[in-house]
């Protein structure tokens, strides 16, 4: 990088050099020492990224080549002056010339009016009992707790004395990236909108069954049970051929096979008994002593 590129002064007003050294510096730093030059070039980068107060419409915060007067104008950074560089009160920033000196003075009557009072307090207490000293202090402690406010940095730079401006946050940023507080809000009011509507959705669902139930006639109760279902064939194969069916003859029964069952069923005597018995024994030992058994 060539020196030449840093900009001449344009006027003698009292930011003009200023405004030059801030631009010069990352130039002339870089062969010097690169990660100062990379710091004096971030810090110039944010004075460009700052809104101005006093910027036209016609004027781009983002041109190639801005004029003094534009970066003059902007006067919207928080932690360190704009004009001087120097940082703000509680940062690491000094304070002008005599305003130290002045400030001890006041501390110092302050000081000795506090002191003062709590004498007088002192004297007031020891005339008292115990529950009205208690009740003093009390009230003093409350007096005390409503008095102690936050205390404000200064709007100033306590170096030259320039005012501070607040920046103007961007809207499009802040709706692209909102804060995290409102989205774990949004979070939680989408999650209670989610379970709202799935117990409507399962209220609608039991109510429509509920009717359902409803229009249907109750069951009748069978007092004996159908048993259609069960297989009235045994589950195992049979391991015999099954009996032939019996056939039935459709024809009147005659006179001869009612004469044959009546005979069946006539009971013998014991008489007829036994000599039916000693033939059929007979006509067995014949048979025997013919094939040459007897």
Same mark, same amino acid.
């Given at each position: ?130 529950? !009205?000293? =208690? ?5 003093? +402690?409350? &007096?005390? %707790?409503?008095? /102690?406010?936050?205390?404000? @940095? $200064? #709007? ?38 989610? !379970?709202? =509507? ?5 209220? +609608?669902? &039991?109510? %429509?069954?509920? /009717?359902?139930?409803?229009? @249907? $006639? #109750? ?47 006539? +009971? ?27």
């Amino acid at each position: 990088m060539s020196l030449s590129s840093s900009p001449a002064p344009t006027s003698t007003t009292t930011f003009e050099p200023t405004i030059n050294h801030i631009l010069s510096l990352p130039n002339l730093l870089q062969p010097i020492s690169p990660s100062h030059a990379a710091l004096h070039l971030a810090r110039l980068r944010l004075l460009y990224s700052v809104p101005a107060e006093g910027q036209s419409s016609s004027e781009s915060p983002s041109s190639s080549s801005p004029s003094p007067r534009g970066i003059r104008d902007k006067l919207t950074l928080g932690g360190w002056c704009n004009h001087c560089g120097g940082l703000r009160k509680g940062m690491g920033g000094a304070q002008k010339g005599g305003r130290g000196q002045v400030k001890d003075k006041e501390k110092e009557e302050k000081t000795k009016a506090i002191r003062e009072r709590a004498r007088k307090r002192v004297r007031e207490l020891s005339n008292l009992t115990e529950d !009205e000293r =208690e009740e003093k202090k009390m009230a003093r +402690k409350l &007096e005390i %707790a409503g008095a /102690v406010q936050k205390r404000r @940095q $200064p #709007p100033e730079c306590t170096t030259c004395g320039a005012v501070y401006t607040r920046p103007k946050p961007d809207k499009k940023t802040l709706a692209e990236f909102p804060s995290s507080r409102k989205t774990r809000r949004q979070a939680a009011e989408a999650k209670a909108k989610e !379970e709202s =509507e799935s117990l409507a959705l399962k209220a +609608k669902i &039991e109510a %429509a069954v509920k /009717v359902e139930r409803q229009i @249907q $006639p #109750p069951q009748t109760l069978l007092s004996h049970p159908v048993f259609s279902h069960i297989p009235s064939s045994p589950p195992n194969l049979p391991t015999h051929p099954p009996p032939p069916p019996a056939k039935h003859s459709d024809g009147p029964p005659s006179a001869t096979t009612d004469v044959a069952k009546k005979k069946k069923k006539t +009971k013998k005597s014991g008489l007829s008994k036994l000599l039916a018995e000693n033939r059929e024994r007979n006509e067995s030992a014949k048979g025997a002593g013919m094939w040459g058994l007897g």
